[in-house]
């Protein structure tokens, strides 16, 4: 028999279990329903809020880059672009297959289009092609009625006017990447968020800050699909700062068609202000087709172009400064009194060390006989500077050329200087572990063996020289205080003067040829820098024909105008170019020339 009344006892039990589970359980809803509805009411508001409104960043326009007359360096250009809005599209793969017959689309395009389509909802329009010219946006527009989701959108584009005349020092914008993210200041990166180029090299990547702007922002409301109903709000970007800097545009298209189709670099200084008026390497490339991204092709071609247009020499390119220092050596010896103006020294045609048999040539092989300081300036007299650079030694040399601004960057307001060699005692040891040795103070004398500079550098030690020691440094906008770099006697400036303006406008000055281009005095120095070396091979001013062309002598020349009261200072390098005198000083002639029709 069933026991009727403990069966029912335990079903009660556990009804009562039950009922009381399940009014706890609404009590857990309510007491939960009012926390959520009271206690944290204002968060989720705020989370539904956030849910429909979206805050969309405007990029800003970019400033334009101005030369010191107000012409344009750097613009926005009104461009076209092509958009593609997948959902409105009849198919995606066909609608692109369509478009390929229209315009060309490069595999890189393709590729970012594809990155593009995955991280974006079907309504967005993605960018499949930038800077479509007129027949591609006129053979689109045609066909547009059988491009359902095709759009073409107007925008504005980076463009430089001058091309390779100013790319390696106005630079060029591209696409942004991690690694210029990376690189911006973080509290900045904000302003990022609607940009897709930003400042790569050169004018464009130094002054990144100021010619970027300020990020708008828009309110939008959106449904639940994330699409924008309506507009709430929106705050207008702030362009960039439009930028003049000190360059003159017209000299520094002289620069460039003074070297011709040789390979160099031209650097015009004001004496007094340090400001940059004309800042050249030659050959340059066309900063244009990196905006977009230049091909694979197109880069390797520049890449294994022998003539290196890629490369910034007056900024990067380390050349031995040859003849150029001697009117520094000679200051050092005026200085420490072991030569005066009317010392003479007697070339025969080759110097040698005592106890050595080594003979350190003249360029002049049958020697130039007795000189004085002038005549040695004038005529580059390599045995005069010999001599003096042993009385000197390495150590005074040194601090001489230190003065000048050898072995250190000039700080201008570009990135990516080299500081070049200036070699001492402890940097031999340093670098190669050998101790100084005597004959690498003969060939320091006339600016070969370790010594290194800059175009750049050279024409600051040419503006400090010209200024007797007092210059600013290196500015291409704005300007900086001037510095007293090197004191010396006002007499041994003088001398040193006087043998440079014989260099020039003296009977056998080995820049004679270009005086009567001048309209004024000026003072100069013709140099040149070893790129192969012989045994003999110390002369400054000898051309070498006999050497295929990329293995003779850089050809260089310094100078400043006008001689009584400079305001012009120069450097120039022609890679390759043999002799000073026949290829370097021409183009600083024509340089100079066309700065003092300019008003310099």
Known sequence: MRDEQRERSVVDARFRVLIALMLATLLLLAWRFGDLQLGEHEQFAARAEDNRIRLRALAPNRGLILDRKGRVLAENRP????????????????????????????????????????????????????????SQVARVAIERHRLDGVEIEPYLTRHYPHGPALAHVVGYIGRIDTADLDRL?????????????????????????????????????????????????????????????NLDLELQLAAVAALGDRSGAVVVLEVDTGEVLALVSHPGYDPNLFVHGISQTRYNRLLSDTSRPLFNRFLSGGYEPGSTVKPLIALAGLEQDLITPTTEVFSRGWYQLPGHSRQYRDWREEGHGWVDLRL?????????????????????????????????????????ENDGVLPTRSWKRATFGEAWFPGETVITGIGQGFTIVTPLQLAHATAALAGRGLTAPPALVGTRDPVQMVVHDPEDWESVFEGLEAVVHGPSGTARSIAEQLPVRVAGKTGTAQVFGRPDDDEDDEDREDLPEHLRNHALFIGFAPLEAPRVALSVVVEHGGGGARVAAPVAGAVLRRALELGY
């Open 185 to 245: 200041d973080p509290e900045a990166r904000d302003q990022y968020r609607a940009t897709t180029h930003v400042g790569k090299t050169g004018i464009e990547r130094y002054y990144e800050g100021a010619l970027h702007g300020r990020a708008g922002l828009e309110r939008v409301e959106t449904n639940a699909q994330g699409r924008v109903v309506r507009m709430l709000e929106r705050t207008r970007p702030v362009p960039g700062e439009d930028l003049t800097v």
């Open 79 to 134: 461009a076209y672009r092509l958009v593609v809005v997948p959902e409105r599209t009849g198919g995606l793969d066909a609608t692109l297959s369509q478009i390929r017959q229209l315009v060309p689309v490069s595999d890189e395009e393709e590729r970012r289009f594809e990155r593009s389509l995955q991280r974006s909802r079907p309504f967005e329009a993605i960018t499949l092609k930038d800077n479509l010219d007129e």
């Open 376 to 416: 040695a300036l004038a005529e580059s007299v390599n045995v005069y500077f010999y001599q003096l650079a042993v009385e000197l030694g390495i150590d005074r040399i040194s601090r001489e050329l230190a003065l000048f601004g050898f072995g250190r960057v000039t700080g201008l307001d570009l990135p990516g």
